[in-house]
């Protein structure tokens, strides 16, 4: 139901408990539901006779109560109560119910509370949806406003500079990877350890440094630092029988590559990783911080002029403002954009406030519902 609909149907529902009396109405309300108790408590309970005895006083205290209040003209439907009285008195349970439903104003004060309560949430339905359309086109006018400020040619240097970072990502993977291949296991460690002090750098990290370090000192004094990484964890696929012939303490092996699995399988499948590579998703400010490490790291390890150029071009484009601008092209929509240029966006907010001002209008309609409950009591 509307609304005013409701607010009609309450004023209605308000004329009759005027009409009848919100005193005397409650007192009608009162005696219908202790006569109802006493019905349920007469089907339900056991017919002794002590049980039966205080259920006859209960009955002849009500029947005294509802006689003095109609003495008192404080009572209406008393016929009613009567009869439902003297059949109860017969345990006629069904008739008695029937008397008391011929009452035509019970329910009056529960129905008065339901439609004030489909009010009170109907009215807040409709400023909760008044107040979300006004969030709505204040979000829509700053964000037309923001691609009014795009520069268009931004959207072709995106594709370039996407390519570029694809082109880099895969290389500086694949540098990694041959790196790591022929590499000897002790600069392979010490070089991943070292990086991973850097977390912009985004190397795997090992479970504790600790760790790192007592699995270091196992490949120094067991002779293996001049393995590779690949040989080292062919070993660990090795059986007990097996190991001995190639490590000479295969217990603190085991040991000590149990608590730097996860760490060293990661290093093997450094191509896959993070490592090194950069996104557009990087703010300007992260990039101005990463890149100058990234080049200083990859230029100890004797990277490819290619890689440490392309990281140069980028930093460039970082330091000078141009980077923001390009990624900031990222998050806009080609069509909004169009309609921003053509100038149909003011349709769409025109619409949104045409909605809006609607819903105003009907709430300025409408009574605030603390009026319509104060209106009630």
């Not at 009014?148 to 072709?156: A, K, N, P, T």
């Not at 140069?312 to 929509?333: D, H």
């Amino acid at each position: 139901m509307e609304p005013l609909d409701l607010l009609s149907e309450i004023g209605a529902t308000n004329d009759q408990i005027r009409e009848v009396g919100r005193e005397r109405l409650e007192l009608v309300e009162r005696f219908n539901h202790e006569l109802r108790d006493l019905i349920r408590d007469f089907e339900s309970t056991p017919d002794t006779f002590r049980v039966y005895l205080d259920l006859k006083k209960r009955l002849e205290r009500t029947a005294r109560r509802i006689e003095k209040a109609h003495a008192d003209n404080s009572l209406d439907y008393t016929e009613r109560f009567d009869k439902a009285l003297s059949v109860l008195k017969k345990r006629r349970f069904e008739a008695a119910t029937k008397e008391l439903d011929r009452i035509p104003v019970l329910g009056l004060l529960k129905e008065q509370r339901r439609l004030f309560d489909e009010y009170k949430k109907s009215y807040a339905g409709l400023r909760a949806r008044c107040e979300g359309l006004e969030a709505k086109i204040q979000e829509k006018t700053a964000y037309y406003e923001s691609l009014q400020r795009i520069d268009v040619s931004s959207f072709d240097e995106l594709t370039s500079l996407k390519e570029k970072i694809a082109a880099y990502n895969n290389g500086v993977g694949t540098f990694l990877e041959t790196f790591f291949k022929e590499a000897p296991l002790m600069d392979v460690l010490k070089v991943s350890l070292d990086a991973s002090y850097h977390p912009e750098l985004r190397f795997p990290q090992p479970p504790s440094y600790e760790n790192a370090e007592k699995l270091l000192s196992f490949v120094l004094s067991e002779g293996l630092a001049s393995l590779t990484l690949y040989r080292f964890l062919e070993y660990a696929k090795y059986s007990d029988s097996k190991l001995p012939h190639y490590v000479g303490d295969p217990t603190g092996f085991r040991q000590v590559l149990e608590s730097n699995i996860v760490w060293i399988e990661s290093l093997g499948d450094i191509r896959s990783r993070e490592a090194l590579k950069i996104s557009l998703e990087e703010p300007g400010v992260s990039l101005a911080v990463k890149i100058p490490r990234i080049i200083a790291f990859l230029s100890k390890l004797g990277a490819a002029t290619d890689l440490l150029t392309s990281l140069r071009e980028m930093q460039k484009l970082v330091t000078s403002g141009r980077y923001e601008k390009i990624r900031a092209t990222t998050v806009v929509n080609r069509e909004h954009l169009e309609k921003v240029q053509q100038g149909t966006h003011i349709a769409d907010l025109e619409a949104l406030q045409d909605e809006r001002a609607i819903l105003v209008k009907e709430i300025e309609e409408l009574q605030n519902p603390r009026a319509v409950e104060l209106d009630l009591a």
